[in-house]
């Protein structure tokens, strides 16, 4: 029986890690997507009688990042690449609990200042750029909204528009608390003793402190 329920508890372990990475992926990916959504200012043109032209606006969405295979390809490397490297500087294993004192001792940890911008700064200046270019996008629209459309037209777009500024607002106050969270936990992580530390969490549990599941 107690081999049993040690078996069980791996098993749960290794599903648990492999969920939480999952969501860690998830959520980045989901953020570079946010990022990259912008509004298009949408015409739709109707005829009445044959002769009078009736013009509607609307906004529409579009994404910086397309579905496609080199594109996505591209940021799943960049989320591969962040979430390495948490892993390479956290002192855990990857499914099991790491201890200093036993025979399967823990990693030991990066150096908490080497080579971060090689694995971080991709996906930062990923979602950077995205986020900037989608924010210049709506300041056109802005000023295609002011100086080319009738009175009539522009209060539900300006509304519409003020949604998409508070939705771009959100998404940039939520990856800037992501990552000073994180940064503080690796420097958390490097100020660490690094003999005689026992740690009974594993990569997924420490996935957990970077992104608050």
């Known amino acids: ?82 979430i390495t490297r948490l892993y390479h500087c956290s002192r855990c294993h990857f499914f099991g609990a790491a201890d200093n004192d036993h025979e399967h001792g823990n990693r030991n ?33 802005v000023l295609q909204i002011h100086y080319n459309l009738p009175v009539s037209n522009r209060t539900v777009l300006y509304c519409e528009l003020a949604v998409a500024i508070i939705f771009k607002a959100l998404i940039l106050a939520n990856a800037i608390v992501r990552h000073l969270r994180g940064i503080i936990i690796l420097k958390l992580f490097n100020l660490e003793p690094e003999a005689n530390l026992h740690n009974e969490h594993n990569f997924g549990e420490h996935l957990n402190l970077f992104f608050q599941y």
Request: net charge negative.
């Open 109 to 141: 940890v990066e150096p908490f200042d080497k080579c971060l911008l090689v694995y971080f700064g991709p996906y930062m200046l990923l979602f950077a750029i995205s986020w900037c270019a989608s924010a210049f996008y709506i300041y056109e629209i």
């Open 1 to 82: 029986m107690p081999d049993q329920e040690e078996n069980n508890w791996s098993v749960l372990r290794i599903g648990m890690t492999m969920l939480r990475i999952f969501l860690a992926w998830s959520y980045l990916w989901v953020l570079a997507g946010a990022a990259a959504v912008f509004p298009v200012l949408h015409r739709e043109k109707s005829k009445w009688l044959f002769w009078i032209t009736n013009s509607e606006y609307s906004l529409t969405y579009a994404s910086l990042l397309p579905f496609d295979g080199f594109t996505q390809g591209y940021v799943v490397i960049v989320m591969i690449q962040m």
